[in-house]
Nanobody, 122 residues
Framework: QVELVESGGGPVQAGGSLRLSCAST????????MGWFRQAPGKERELVAA????????RYSDSVKARFIVTRDNAKKQTYLEMSEIEPEDAAVYYC???????????????WGQGTQVAVSA
């Protein structure tokens, strides 16, 4: 049973920074791709960033491009989302997901984490 566990969420002021982490319990941690998603109240879950195994293919949503950075450390079985210049619109529950590249970028990863809340104050 593979588990993905997010951490690092919490309250943050607009303009501030936050680092989210996603740890995998999989013995091999082989996911072709890892993705960060978010869901705000009343909105659909959306892809924020995706990164492939070699970290040479990365995709960001337009709303976070140039503000967020996704990285992964395969040896530590961790994926990270560095959030900077945080805006009130970034408030949401953030989820990590793992699977094939196609499944991740289409919003249907094979595995999901339980989510971590990011609350933004003005």
């Amino acid at each position: 049973q593979v588990e993905l566990v997010e951490s690092g969420g919490g309250p943050v002021q607009a303009g501030g920074s936050l680092r989210l982490s996603c740890a995998s319990t999989s013995p091999s941690f082989y996911f072709d791709a890892m993705g960060w998603f978010r869901q705000a109240p009343g909105k659909e879950r959306e892809l924020v960033a995706a990164i492939n195994w070699k970290s040479d293919l990365i995709r960001y949503s337009d709303s976070v491009k140039a503000r967020f950075i996704v990285t992964r450390d395969n040896a530590k079985k961790q994926t990270y989302l560095e959030m900077s210049e945080i805006e009130p619109e970034d408030a949401a529950v953030y989820y990590c997901g793992g699977g094939t590249w196609g499944r991740v970028v289409s919003g249907t990863p094979n595995y999901w984490g339980q989510g971590t809340q990011v609350a933004v104050s003005a």
